[in-house]
């Protein structure tokens, strides 16, 4: 029979025994662990500060602007169909001016031409004058007469505004007798800010 020698091992061999991390990589491990706490923290106040400026500013746009969705072509190039506007709402508008206002159930977008008491005329070649003046309008990319239902020269009734789409050649507007002149009620607001697309997004004035 033979007989091997037997070692055994007193706690403290025991624990030296048993592979423990380097004191670096604990630190790293726990640097880790206290990012993603970070991290977490910091998604969660950013989401409840965008939920409180999402509440804001639907309580202020509610109030004070109101969002429209551009659908045809009668303001190109000024406007496109599908792009997105803000409209700050005031019956205070003046000539040049790109307003909106109720006609049908909805909300055309036109230019303020003239203004009451204004005399408005309108050439062959859809060049525009106003009280005898030729208007300068590098917004139009094509003039044009259009579809014109009016007899010039033509005076805006008092209280009311003359508008027409920059794109002259398709847009229905004051030159349609069912449209007319727009009253100071049927006005909704100025546009003011084109907020889609994001690549022509800014102010306008």
């Known amino acids: 029979m033979n007989w091997y020698p037997v070692t055994f091992m007193d706690k403290e061999e025991q624990t030296e025994a048993i592979k423990v991390p380097p004191i670096e990589q604990i630190r790293e491990e726990l640097a880790r662990e206290e990012a993603k706490h970070g991290f977490r923290k910091t998604i969660g106040n950013i989401a409840v500060a965008l939920l409180v400026a999402a509440a804001v500013t639907a309580l202020v746009a509610t109030r004070l602007f109101v969002l429209i969705r551009i659908n045809g072509g009668s303001m190109e190039p000024t406007l496109a169909d599908g792009e997105i506007i803000f409209l700050r709402q005031t019956k205070e508008i003046k000539t040049g001016d790109l307003v909106g206002f109720y006609y049908g159930g909805r909300?055309?977008?036109?230019?303020?031409?003239?203004s009451a008491g204004d005399s408005v005329d309108m050439g062959q070649d859809g060049s525009v004058y106003v009280n005898g003046k030729k208007l300068d309008e590098p917004y139009v990319k094509e003039?044009?007469?259009?579809?014109?239902?009016?007899?010039?020269?033509?005076?805006?009734?008092?209280?009311?505004?003359?508008?027409?789409g920059d794109n002259r050649a398709i847009s229905i507007d004051s030159r349609i007798r069912s449209i007319g002149?727009?009253?100071?009620?049927?006005?909704v607001g100025k546009v003011v800010f084109r907020a889609w697309p994001l690549s022509r997004m800014g102010i306008m004035r």
Do not use: T, W
């Open 143 to 164: 003039k044009s007469l259009g579809k014109c239902e009016l007899e010039f020269p033509y005076e805006v009734p008092e209280g009311m505004s003359f508008v027409l």
């Open 107 to 114: 909300v055309l977008i036109k230019r303020v031409i003239a």
């Open 181 to 187: 002149s727009v009253e100071r009620d049927q006005i």
